[in-house]
C-alpha cells in the first residue's frame, strides 16, 4: 500500500524545491534520507520533513516495513504567490513576488504494483 504526506505553503519557490526533490524520487528512503541530509539546499530540509512524515504514516496505517519502502512519486507544486512591492528611486516601486510551494511525497514497498 502507497502512503503519501504532503507539506503545503511552504515559502521556498517550486523551481528550487524541484532540484531537491529530483535527488530523492524513485531511490530507497535509507538512500534518500542520506541524500537529503548531507544536500546543502534549504529546501532539502522541509523535503526530508515530508519523506519523514510520509514514512510515519506508511509504518502507522498500513503496518510496512520501513526498511522495503521507496519514494514512488514527489512532486512540488506551486502555492500562492505573495505579491509586495519595493520602493525605488524617484518615488517608483517594484514589484517582488514572493513564491510558495506545495510538496508531495509518496512511498510504496518495493515489489508491490
Known amino acids: 500500500m502507497e502512503s503519501r504526506a504532503s507539506t503545503r505553503h511552504v515559502r521556498i519557490g517550486p523551481q ?25 539546499r534549504r529546501a532539502s530540509k522541509i523535503v526530508a520533513k515530508t519523506l519523514k512524515s510520509a514514512i510515519a504514516n506508511a509504518e502507522s496505517n498500513h503496518n510496512v516495513d520501513v526498511d522495503a519502502l521507496y519514494v514512488k512519486a514527489a512532486w512540488v507544486d506551486g ?20 513564491r510558495s510551494s506545495h510538496v508531495t511525497i509518496v512511498v510504496d514497498e518495493r515489489g508491490k504494483a
Do not use: M, W, Y
Open 16 to 40: 528550487k524545491a524541484r532540484l531537491v526533490v529530483d535527488l530523492i524520487r524513485g531511490k530507497s528512503v535509507e538512500e534518500a534520507i542520506g541524500v537529503l541530509e548531507f544536500n546543502t
Open 79 to 98: 502555492a500562492q504567490t505573495q505579491k509586495r512591492f519595493l520602493p525605488r528611486a524617484h518615488g517608483r516601486a517594484t514589484r517582488v513576488i514572493k
